[in-house]
């Protein structure tokens, strides 16, 4: 069963730091690129970071870019999203994906993990 199971998260005081973990399994993970969304309440579902399955040229939000650091390790199939300089507007619950990048799996549904909540007070 397909499961991503994501921690790390909590209450930090703005300009803190965080650093979300996400455990991946029962796909092959060195095939899929991973990503971390967010959603805070009353607003859409965004992509905040994204590191290809290459784990070369990760992508960010121009929210985000300079604050976070999204790295993988698929050693440990784990994905892992640093966040430094946490601002107010940071507050979400963080959400782990897995899309297919490779031929043998692209029939294949993205996949979700349940969430970790992030949460900025002073």
């Known amino acids: 069963q397909v499961q991503l199971v994501e921690s790390g998260g909590g209450l930090v005081q703005p300009g803190g730091s965080l650093r979300l973990s996400c455990a991946a399994s029962g796909f092959t993970f060195s095939k899929y690129g991973m990503s971390w969304y967010r959603q805070a309440p009353g607003k859409e579902r965004e992509l905040v970071a994204m590191?290809?399955?290459?784990?070369?040229?990760?992508n960010y939000a121009d929210s985000v870019k300079g604050r976070f650091t999204i790295s993988r390790d698929d050693a440990k199939n784990a994905v892992f999203l640093q966040m430094n300089n946490l601002k107010p507007e940071d507050a979400a619950v963080y959400y782990c994906?897995?899309?297919?990048?490779?031929?043998?799996?692209?029939?294949?549904?993205?996949?979700w993990g349940q969430g970790t909540q992030v949460t900025i007070s002073s």
């Open positions: 590191i290809p399955s290459s784990g070369t040229n990760p």
């Open positions: 994906n897995a899309r297919c990048q490779h031929v043998t799996c692209l029939g294949r549904p993205t996949y």
